[in-house]
């Protein structure tokens, strides 16, 4: 007996609701390959998916992808799909998300209305770190452009983490990129910050935002 074959996913709980979709709170959604007979289909959670063709007993395989898509404060990247996500918006016109992998992490603030240098940005972190932490300039480059930014450098708990934060354009407020390393000799660790990297520079865009896209909920 053969038959059309229709694929719901089910897992709603990572649905995305168009009415949601300015929800910056919200953890970016992870995206599947279904696999059915030849076929290869980009299905979403929640989202209903119609398969053409004619299939009887097909071998059928759902793969979660490897990466999801960070979209918020004109910030375009993929990372790490295993990465921890927690978004912040508990002080008005600040908006922190945080992206936790093992070893490295991704933490991206958004200063609505405030506008802030980079220096201010890390004079702050000294501060909080100690006399002990260091800051140095440094640069990095995704996609062909090239970012500068300063390097914080500090021990906490006995434990020394590296801060490279990158300031991004806005006509309103500040916005950073803030790429943390700790634990940096492990070889899971290497191979952890290689990763985040080779993601950035393969997919970092960066959106101008004005008065009117600022996020301001």
């Not at 700790?182 to 935002?209: F, R």
């Amino acid at each position: 007996m053969t038959k059309t074959f229709r694929f719901v996913c089910l897992t709603t709980f990572w649905c995305i609701l168009p009415a949601l979709a300015a929800d910056q709170s919200k953890e970016p959604p992870l995206g599947y390959t279904l696999k059915i007979g030849e076929q290869k289909v980009r299905v979403e959670a929640g989202s209903e998916t119609t398969i053409q063709g004619m299939f009887e007993n097909p071998k059928v395989t759902l793969e979660p992808d490897t990466e999801r898509h960070f979209t918020y404060a004109g910030l375009d990247f993929r990372y790490p799909a295993y990465f921890a996500f927690e978004a912040d918006m508990e002080t008005e016109s600040v908006r922190i998300w945080t992206l936790s992998g093992n070893s490295s992490t991704l933490m991206i603030q958004h200063y609505q209305t405030l506008e802030m240098t980079v220096e201010q940005f890390t004079d702050a972190l000294k501060t909080q770190y100690g006399k002990s932490a260091t800051v140095k300039p440094i640069s990095r480059q995704f996609k062909g452009r090239t970012y500068h930014g300063l390097q914080v450098t500090a021990k906490i708990a006995g434990a020394t983490i590296t801060q490279d934060v990158l300031p991004f354009d806005s006509t309103i407020g500040s916005r950073f990129l803030m790429i943390q390393q700790s634990d940096g000799e492990s070889e899971v660790s290497k191979a952890e910050a290689e990763l985040v990297v080779k993601l950035l520079n393969s997919s970092l865009d960066i959106k101008p935002l004005s008065k009117g896209d600022s996020g301001l909920h």
